[in-house]
């Protein structure tokens, strides 16, 4: 009898090979399940990141819906209160300061005219209820007439009303003259009642003017809060200090700090020369600064010093945000016009909220006027539209630097936490709007919270060139709106100047990266 030889002896290496082989075949039925769900979970991502683009289509579908219809919101809430007749122009009230000239025994001196809105006029006529400023004084032509530095005397022409105010400064003028002036001017002016007083060395003539006491009230409860802006103001100085050591001691990659600074200083500086050179007298007079030669070098000092904080702000942010990863780059033309089509629909939707928000509090006798800073720059400014759209773009990229990029990565690292730094940041600049005139003026703080809140939500979705276009944005628009009552060729070119951004931005984009190489 054969005896039977197992398998394995009979074919002792196929039996060696056989386990191997057994081991091999598991592993590439298990390799091929692992790939079978890679590629499933490969086409779930893809279905999962079509359906976010699909949504986030749609997102940005109903946000320009939105902003359409927003256009007929700020329409509709637009400001109601129609513009006052112009009896005296800006050349009837330096007509009268060149006959006051003769009249004082003056010639060859140096002035200033510029336009002031006081709290006597729009406070009074939101207090009353009137349609217009026509009936209220304080809407006035200021002449200011220098020997040097010295003040020779003060002029007020109300726009509507005519002579308001006249100081003499008899230390300069002869005091039978002064008065010989003051006759002249109370007999050409409509009748009323009107304040003579001598004191010192000043003569002053005003018109007598009655302020409802509500608007008393609200000035003196505006007063109070201009300690918390000068708080603010003294904070944001040590916030761009500590922004100029991490500047120069942080790296930036990506972008040369000397180069930075050596092609965008000069543009920015350029901006705000500019806008200085367009205003000059209605800063010199806000700041009650004699017209001469030091004081202009002065007031463009002050703007060469605001491009340079702008741009330790961008450095700043720039070396803060490359801790945590972020390298620094210039945009592309494609990314350029995305940023401003985000930032233009944001700045309607902020413009119409705005206007919805205040056209009801003024309805409700919520809200009082003490001043109108727009208005004031739109008649003292040679080309209103001009100087406008400048200070605007100006005050947005210095705006937008310091407090969404700079101040915002600061809070990050010092907090860790992109809420909290978000709500830090919007509150800081929220505070620093407490001294606008406006009454009460917790409500301009709470608007400015809100637009804080959304550019600061803009940039962490969008990026710095977004918000710089949405607050470009909205206060052109709000700016037009308002102004178009009484200037409406300047209101539309401003309002154009929106759309004009993008080539003039692409433009300086270009010129940049030449630069850079």
């Known amino acids: 009898m054969h005896s039977k030889t197992p ?13 191997p082989f057994k081991h091999a075949f598991y592993s590439f039925v298990r390799h091929r399940e692992r790939v079978e769900r890679i590629k499933i979970s490969f086409r779930a991502g893809k279905a999962f990141q079509a359906d976010m683009d699909r949504h986030v289509k749609a997102v940005h579908r109903a946000l320009y819906i939105a902003a359409l219809a927003s256009i007929a919101v700020i329409l509709t809430f637009r400001p109601t209160q129609q513009p006052f007749p112009l009896v005296f122009d800006k050349a009837k009230a330096f007509a009268l300061s060149e006959s006051l000239d003769k009249l004082l025994g003056l010639s060859g001196e140096t002035k200033i005219l510029f336009f002031e809105v006081r709290t006597s006029s729009v406070c009074a006529a939101s207090a009353l209820g009137l349609p217009s400023l026509a009936s209220c004084r304080g809407k006035e032509w200021v002449v200011r007439t220098y020997k ?9 022409v109300d726009a509507t009303l005519g002579f308001s105010y006249l100081l003499a400064n008899l230390s300069l003028v002869d005091l039978e003259r002064a008065i010989t002036a003051a006759a002249e001017l109370l007999n050409g002016s409509k009748p009323g009642f009107y304040n003579i007083h001598l004191e010192g060395n000043s003569l002053s003539v005003s018109a007598w003017e009655e302020m409802p006491e509500v608007c008393t009230k609200a000035q003196d409860g505006a007063a109070q809060w201009s300690l918390v802006s000068t708080l603010i103001s003294v904070g944001l100085h040590a916030i761009l200090i500590a922004g100029l050591i991490v500047a120069v001691a942080l790296d930036t990659p990506g972008l040369s700090k000397r180069r930075a600074a050596a092609v965008m200083l000069p543009i920015l500086s350029a901006a705000g020369f500019t806008r200085t050179l367009l205003s000059v007298n209605y800063m010199l007079g806000k700041r009650s600064l004699a017209p001469t030669l030091r004081n202009i070098v002065n007031l463009l000092y002050s703007d060469a010093l605001l491009a340079l904080f702008s741009l330790i702000s961008l450095l700043a942010g720039a ?54 800073p727009l208005l004031e720059q739109a008649f003292s400014s040679k080309a209103a539209w001009a100087e406008l759209a400048v200070s605007t773009a100006v005050s947005a990229i210095a705006v937008e630097s310091l407090f969404r990029y700079l101040l915002l990565h600061l809070l990050v690292e010092v907090t860790g936490s992109w809420g909290q730094a978000v709500a830090l940041e919007s509150a800081i600049y929220a505070l620093s709007y407490s001294g606008y005139p406006l009454y009460p003026p917790y409500a301009k703080v709470l608007q400015a919270l809100a637009v804080a809140v959304a550019l600061s939500l803009l940039v962490l979705s969008e990026g710095l060139a977004a918000a710089v276009f949405a607050n470009f944005t909205f206060n052109a ?25 993008l080539p003039l931005s692409y433009l300086l984009l270009k010129l940049t990266k030449l630069a850079f190489g």
Do not use: C, N
């Open 7 to 19: 398998f394995s002896q009979l074919f002792p290496i196929l039996h060696f090979h056989a386990i």
């Open 148 to 156: 040097g530095e010295a003040l020779a005397y003060e002029l007020r």
């Open 319 to 372: 070396a803060v945000a490359a801790k945590r990863g972020a390298v620094s780059s210039f945009p592309s033309g494609r990314r350029l016009a995305g940023s401003w089509l985000a930032g233009a629909v944001v700045g309607v939707l902020l413009t119409a909220s705005s206007a919805i928000a205040f056209f009801a509090a003024a309805r409700a006798g919520f809200l009082l006027p003490l001043s109108d």
């Open 477 to 501: 628009v709000s700016s037009a709106v308002a102004l178009y009552p009484i200037f409406p060729l300047d209101a539309a070119i401003l309002l154009s100047s929106v759309v004009g951004a």
